[in-house]
């Protein structure tokens, strides 16, 4: 109801086109400059005019990004309160045993009990608070993901559900909950997809070495290129077509690259321009009749942060 009353009201109720422009936005802006910023905020595809499913995504991203915001500052706020009372407990304990000395009190006997015990406890519990210690650093400094972020740990995709100082809730794409310990995650390679950059995948495929010319790889680019032109909401960018290997002598490797335009966070937005374009892929390969080994295998790769491919899908063409 939102996103619609809003693009009825920037747009009015008797405009000739569907699409929304900047000029839709200047007249609610004092410059030109802030009307652009606006609608720069909803044209994610930047083709310069906003659809209603565009303005629909808008609003549907910025309540959950608020919505797991509100839940990431809550559990947050639960730590901290947690640590609050841990400090306050030892601060009075301090100031007890500071006012019995002031007052003279003979507190020898005392001293050695409370050493003993003291020593005992630290001894009991200093995997504890080595453990604690790491867990502060690690959701406070380091702080690698918030609620609601996809993340991979050791090639294994999760949501971050909750944390706390000393445990933090995951739940896999098949819909298990995994609770794992926070010092455990301080030695671990994080992979934060919802921080990341738009996602870049390369699709690997083999064709017959003997029967496929230079001019078909080149006709292959041309026509996925026009593809992510006229997907351009989906995927941006250049579409890179090129034989990489020989893989014997009646095969030859061809990667295709090419960029989305958001990363990987939403997995069901990804498999959906996975679809599209590995849908555009197989038109493509009947339309140059270009000749592919039986069974024909598509192989998806996807670049991690050091720019490395990494193995993601493989998809059968036939």
């Not at 802030?34 to 303005?55: C, M, P, R, T, V």
């Not at 197989?282 to 193995?311: D, F, R, T, W, Y």
Request: a negative charge; proline letters at 3%.
């Amino acid at each position: 109801m939102l996103a619609r009353n809003l693009y009825y009201h920037i747009g009015g109720t008797d405009r000739p086109q569907d699409e929304l422009t900047v000029e839709n936005f200047k007249e609610f802006f004092s410059t030109e400059q802030e009307a652009q910023d606006a609608f720069d905020l909803f044209d994610k595809d930047g083709n310069g005019d906003l659809s209603k499913s565009e303005i629909k995504g808008f609003v549907l991203e910025v309540y959950h990004e608020q919505k797991t915001l509100r839940k990431s500052m809550k559990d947050s706020n639960i730590a901290l309160r947690k640590l609050d009372y841990l400090f306050k407990t030892i601060s009075v304990i301090i100031i007890v045993i500071a006012v019995l000395t002031i007052f003279d009190c003979n507190l020898s006997s005392v001293y050695v009990a409370l050493s003993s015990i003291w020593v005992g406890v630290m001894f009991a519990i200093s995997g504890t608070i080595t453990s604690l210690v790491q867990s502060l650093i690690f959701l406070f400094i380091t702080h690698p993901f918030d609620v609601g972020d996809r993340i991979e740990i050791d090639g294994q995709a999760y949501l971050v559900k909750d944390f706390g100082l000393t445990n933090v809730t995951m739940k896999k794409p098949n819909g298990e909950e995994i609770y794992a310990p926070t010092s455990e995650l301080t030695s671990k390679f994080i992979n934060n997809i919802r921080r990341s950059a738009p996602l870049i995948q390369v699709f690997n495929i083999a064709v017959n070495s003997k029967t496929t010319s230079a001019e078909q790889i080149q006709a292959l680019q041309d026509r996925l290129q026009s593809f992510v032109e006229k997907e351009s909401r989906n995927f941006q960018g250049r579409c890179i077509v090129s034989a990489t290997d020989i893989l014997d002598e009646l095969r030859m490797n061809i990667a295709i690259l090419v960029q989305h335009k958001h990363n990987g966070q939403d997995a069901i937005r990804v498999r959906h321009r996975n679809d599209l374009f590995v849908g555009e892929i197989k038109n493509a390969i009947n339309a140059l009749k270009l000749q592919l080994p039986n069974p024909s295998l598509l192989i998806i790769n996807i670049a991690n942060e050091e720019g490395e491919m990494m193995p993601f899908e493989t998809r059968s063409l036939k």
